[in-house]
């Protein structure tokens, strides 16, 4: 086994108190490098790199009863990677830094990719 190259991470962000949903807005750390989860594996992790950097995340803002979700991306085409901010149809290049005050309470999914892929995959990764 090993771990994976890609790593989904699901907030919990809604809490059923037994008589309503209630939003939890508990703010949490949202390394955008070097998120290492070694601490977290069970087995022997043989050497490999268990270094995550961050590349989207998805945020929920409102509550039970309405919400609106936005999303953030970083394309890295160009010579230096950008943030993007996708709120329906309105897309805008953002400092994320700043936006993590925000993000650590509204987000809801985080998307990491392994700093090192496994070599084994590195062919089924080259045409993303």
Same mark, same amino acid.
């Not at 955008?32 to 601490?39: A, F, G, K, T, W």
């Not at 790199?49 to 590349?55: S, V």
């Given at each position: 086994?090993?771990?994976?190259?890609?790593?989904? $991470?699901?907030?919990?962000?809604?809490?059923?108190?037994?008589?309503?949903?209630?939003?939890?807005?508990?703010?949490?750390?949202?390394?955008?490098?070097?998120?290492?989860?070694?601490?977290? +594996?069970? %087995?022997?992790?043989?050497?490999?790199?268990?270094?995550?950097?961050?590349?989207?995340?998805?945020?929920?803002?409102?509550?039970?009863?309405? %919400?609106?979700?936005?999303?953030?991306?970083?394309?890295?085409?160009?010579?230096?990677?950008?943030?993007?901010?996708?709120?329906?149809?309105?897309?805008? +290049?953002?400092? $994320?830094?700043?936006?993590?005050?925000?993000?650590?309470?509204?987000?809801?999914?985080?998307?990491?990719?392994?700093?090192?892929?496994?070599?084994?995959? $590195?062919?089924?990764?080259?045409?993303?």
């Amino acid at each position: 086994w090993r771990e994976p190259d890609l790593l989904v $991470l699901h907030i919990k962000r809604f809490h059923f108190s037994g008589e309503h949903f209630e939003k939890i807005t508990t703010p949490v750390q949202v390394p955008l490098r070097e998120l290492d989860i070694r601490s977290w +594996i069970g %087995g022997p992790t043989g050497g490999s790199c268990t270094a995550y950097d961050l590349y989207g995340v998805v945020c929920h803002r409102g509550g039970m009863s309405g %919400g609106h979700y936005t999303s953030y991306c970083m394309n890295e085409g160009g010579k230096e990677p950008k943030w993007f901010k996708y709120n329906d149809d309105c897309v805008s +290049i953002v400092d $994320l830094e700043q936006e993590l005050p925000e993000i650590s309470k509204q987000c809801y999914v985080l998307f990491y990719r392994k700093q090192a892929f496994s070599s084994s995959n $590195l062919i089924n990764y080259s045409s993303l």
